[in-house]
């Protein structure tokens, strides 16, 4: 069993600042990548950054330059931090993993439970 335990939203007023945090729990063998994306009411599931195993990232062109996204191998666990935040940012945002749960397993899509961002303007 893999489990993706978000935690860290909220309300919080326009320019303000979150952090979203993001563990996965169980049998791993690799993660990659890991990612948030968010999904707005009415909307599709879209994607906010995504990192490597090794660093490299990749952010919606909506969000670079406010949001970073880090991660701690050694805790399975990936981050948001989410700055100068706007009204439009307001979602449910996912977890994602790529995930090996063993060397001679393939790899599979986890996602977290969602957890809810709203930024008052």
């Known amino acids: 069993q893999v489990q993706l335990v978000e935690s860290g939203g909220g309300l919080v007023q326009a320019g303000g600042s979150l952090r979203l945090s993001c563990a996965a729990s169980?049998?791993?063998?690799?993660?990659?990548?890991m990612g948030w994306y968010r999904q707005a009411p009415g909307k599709q599931r879209d994607l906010v950054a995504t990192?490597?195993?090794?660093?490299?990232?990749n952010y919606a062109g909506s969000v670079k330059g406010r949001f970073t996204i880090s991660r701690d191998n050694a805790k399975n666990t990936v981050y948001l931090q989410m700055n100068s935040l706007k009204a439009e940012d307001t979602a449910v945002y996912y977890c994602?993993?790529?995930?090996?749960?063993?060397?001679?397993?393939?790899?599979?899509?986890?996602w977290g439970q969602g957890t809810q961002v709203t930024v008052s303007s």
């Open positions: 994602y993993a790529r995930i090996q749960r063993g060397r001679s397993y393939s790899f599979n899509d986890y």
């Open positions: 990192i490597t195993s090794v660093g490299s990232t």
């Open positions: 169980g049998t791993i063998f690799s993660i990659n990548p």
